[in-house]
């Protein structure tokens, strides 16, 4: 990648100079290297109201962090299924195919890290699951689930880890959305973005569009 290439000096440079932005997919830094800048949820807040099992969440609504960016989402109680973490998860397919997006304070030239659970609803086809995750509308990681032999109390949760550099961002905005059709996407859970220096974390990766907004 070019802006590896470059000298520290030069990249603080052109993090003055430039307005443009890019986020990088990349291969795992060293763990020694995260900081302590850590931003979790675990779709905790607000809780589902008992006996309800689910709490359906419109494009343009809020809940804990997180906007419904479009279509809309289900806040899932483990009255329905088991939670990665916690006692709530989220069906990335409500009514629709939904997205659910958060922003944080970035820092140039700095690489994160993201971590959260993945699964699928089982209460209907399609058996595979699919979404996506993008920052700052670049495409970290895609969604790929499959539903075969799980069910509400054996739901098959995944660990899932992405990466993503900023090189001139001041924030970072994670969206997860379903590409599945119908009502029962991708389910997530227990999401974690954690920061690492650049100049500590050098790594491969492919360099994105700084224009992918």
Not at 86 to 105: E, F, K, Y
Not at 151 to 156: F, I, L, Q, S
């Amino acid at each position: 990648m070019r802006f590896l290439r470059m000298s520290i000096a030069a990249l603080s440079a052109a993090a003055l100079l430039l307005g443009t932005t890019a986020a990088t997919a990349s291969a795992a830094p060293s763990p020694a290297t995260l900081t302590t800048r850590v931003w979790s949820d675990g779709f905790e807040q607000p809780v589902v109201p008992a006996p309800q099992p689910f709490t359906g969440i419109a494009a343009g609504q809020t809940f804990g962090p997180w906007t419904v960016t479009s279509g809309s989402v289900d806040l899932v109680s483990d009255r329905f299924w088991d939670a990665a973490e916690g006692d709530q998860s989220v069906d990335l397919s409500g009514g629709v195919p939904g997205s659910i997006s958060r922003t944080i304070p970035a820092l140039p030239l700095t690489t994160y890290v993201v971590t959260y659970k993945l699964a699928g609803n089982t209460g209907a086809a399609p058996v595979v699951k699919t979404g996506e995750v993008r920052v700052n509308g670049a495409l970290i990681d895609e969604l790929t689930f499959d539903t075969t032999g799980r069910g509400p109390r054996d739901m098959g949760w995944e660990q899932r880890t992405a990466y993503f550099t900023t090189v001139l961002d001041t924030s970072a905005t994670l969206t997860f959305t379903s590409t599945t059709t119908g009502l029962h996407g991708p389910a997530v859970d227990d999401v974690t973005i954690r920061s690492c220096l650049l100049v500590l974390c050098l790594h491969k990766g492919t360099q994105l569009s700084p224009h992918s907004r």
